[in-house]
């Protein structure tokens, strides 16, 4: 292990004082990320500023929409008594991140800051299109989760910033979810995911969105479907020219992971399946 | 830089001096002498190294040893039953040979213990799910599921 020094700052104004100050310094939530990147030598931080400690900052309220602290951890979005309920598609995703061990202390702030191509919670929020509150010393914006990520690794946050919050608005009442995901063995990273929310009145599909992770450089929406589905009737014509269109419309890459082809393909078999369900359930 | 914490540890306090870098489990390896927990992969996939925190189950490898501070930590030598013996989960292994080389097993009764104190009665699912951060190159898995469930009925009946 590299040799850092550790900060436990208890309000946030600290946390950024303590950033401004130390050349070479690294927020760290719950480590998830930042030690395996430290223990791999990607990331050599002279220091690690640790937001943990900051009251407030894993709060979760539920009030028709919700504000998730960016702190709160897989595990407390997956406990809490009525978010789920509100946001079922945050619950399956969150429920299919890790394991317990990883659940317990893994934050959905450092899901989304993490910027990875693959970040599970990044899809729901795509889809119920999630805002993210950022704070300087001097400012506070709020940015569209779809806004935020910039690159694999590279977020628009500035070099001192802190996500507090994560925001969401009441969910339309008649809107149906599906989360799919696929990874090598069951606690992985995502081999490609896709989460899906729609807006059905019998067959018509009256508004479509559909976010994917792990087949660009950035978990994203696939405008070029939803467009294609909104205001048509669901059927299996439909379906399959979605399912190829899904299949053109991402760049996904070759790693360990997986190839670029198969993430192509699972990626057009996941919203053929996704739109499947979601037709077999505006009919019940 | 060095800092001196204090936590709870198996139900006593320490005061420790540690590092910055270190993790909690370098701190309870190297600087306490307490061994039972052990390091696989050091990235958090194999659960070697799961010791319950404030009752949660957890990576002692990616766990920040300063975070411990305040902390009730429980490691597999804070595990008890009474006058020194095995606790239930521990009988439950050896009786029912979910023990091969034994280095997942301090990781996996950890993980047991964290999922039987908030689900007595877990199905085979339960089970596989709350263990699903835990690696065993040995057994299987089928003998350590049911000595989570022998372990559970342990539990709940008669010790
Ligand atoms: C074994 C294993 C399995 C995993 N499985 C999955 C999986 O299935 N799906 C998945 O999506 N991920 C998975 N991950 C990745 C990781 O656990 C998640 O990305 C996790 O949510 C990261 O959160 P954290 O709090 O641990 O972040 P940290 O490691 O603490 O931080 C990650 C990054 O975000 C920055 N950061 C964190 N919080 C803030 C904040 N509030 N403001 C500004 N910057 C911040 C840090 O500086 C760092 O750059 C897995 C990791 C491991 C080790
Ligand atoms: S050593 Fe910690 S999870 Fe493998
Ligand atoms: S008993 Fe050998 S790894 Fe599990």
Same mark, same amino acid.
């Given at each position: 292990m590299s040799r850092f020094s550790y900060h436990k700052p208890k309000t946030i104004d600290d946390a950024l004082q303590l950033k401004n100050e130390k050349r070479g310094a690294v927020y760290i939530a719950g480590g998830t990320d930042v030690i395996v990147q430290i223990k791999n030598q990607e990331l050599r931080p002279s220091a690690l500023i640790s937001l943990r400690n900051i009251p407030g900052l894993a709060h979760i309220e539920v009030n028709g929409g919700a504000r998730i602290g960016a702190l709160a951890t897989i595990s407390d979005i997956i406990q809490h008594p009525t978010l789920a309920q509100a946001f079922p598609l945050l619950m399956e995703a969150a429920r299919r991140i890790g394991s317990v061990q990883i659940r317990n202390v893994a934050t959905i702030g450092g899901n989304l800051c993490n910027c990875s191509p693959c970040a599970d919670m990044a899809l729901p929020l795509l889809v119920l299109e999630a805002k993210v509150r950022l704070r300087t010393s001097e400012t506070t914006r709020e940015v569209p989760v779809e806004d935020f990520f910039k690159g694999p690794g590279?977020?628009?946050? !500035?070099? &001192?910033?802190?996500?507090? &919050?994560?925001?969401? &608005?009441?969910?339309?009442?008649?809107?149906?979810?599906?989360?799919?995901?696929?990874?090598?063995?069951?606690?992985?990273?995502?081999?490609?995911?896709?989460?899906?929310? !729609?807006?059905?009145?019998?067959?018509?599909?009256?508004?479509?969105h559909i976010a994917a992770g792990s087949v660009a450089p950035v978990p994203r929406r696939l405008r070029e479907v939803e467009e294609k589905l909104e205001g048509t009737i669901l059927s299996e014509q439909t379906i399959s020219e979605a399912?190829?269109?899904?299949?053109?419309?991402?760049?996904?890459?070759?790693?360990?992971?997986?190839?670029?082809?198969?993430?192509?393909?699972?990626?057009?078999?996941?919203?053929?399946?996704?739109?499947?369900?979601? !037709?077999?359930?505006?009919?019940? | 830089m060095r800092r001196t914490i204090s936590f709870f540890l198996n139900g006593s306090e320490v005061n420790v001096t540690l590092k910055d870098h270190m993790r909690l489990i370098d701190c309870l390896r190297e600087t306490l002498n307490l061994t039972g927990t052990k390091e696989g992969c050091g990235e958090g996939e194999c659960g070697a190294c799961t010791v319950l925190v404030d009752g949660q189950a957890?990576?002692?490898?990616?766990?920040?040893?300063?975070?411990?501070?305040?902390?009730?930590?429980?490691?597999?030598?804070?595990?008890?039953?009474?006058?020194?013996?095995?606790?239930?989960?521990?009988?439950?292994?050896?009786?029912?040979?979910?023990?091969?080389?034994?280095?997942?097993?301090?990781g996996m009764i950890l993980a047991t213990k964290a999922l039987l104190d908030s689900n007595p009665d877990p199905s085979d699912q339960d089970i596989r799910a709350a263990l699903q951060g835990n690696l065993c190159r040995c057994t299987g898995y089928v003998q350590i599921v049911e000595a989570v469930k022998q372990a559970a009925e342990n539990m709940r009946g008669p010790e």
């Open positions: 590279e977020s628009c946050l !500035l070099s &001192d910033e802190i996500m507090t &919050d994560i925001l969401l &608005d009441a969910p339309d009442v008649n809107t149906i979810a599906v989360f799919m995901k696929k990874g090598r063995v069951k606690m992985d990273l995502a081999v490609a995911s896709v989460a899906v929310l !729609l807006d059905m009145e019998g067959d018509l599909c009256r508004k479509a399912q190829k269109i899904a299949k053109s419309s991402v760049v996904p890459i070759t790693d360990i992971r997986s190839t670029e082809d198969y993430r192509r393909e699972i990626v057009g078999v996941f919203v053929k399946r996704s739109l499947e369900r979601a !037709l077999e359930w505006s009919h019940k | 957890v990576n002692s490898c990616l766990y920040p040893a300063p975070e411990a501070e305040g902390k009730n930590v429980l490691t597999i030598e804070g595990l008890q039953g009474s006058e020194n013996r095995l606790s239930f989960i521990q009988k439950a292994f050896v009786e029912l040979g979910a023990i091969q080389c034994g280095f997942c097993t301090p």
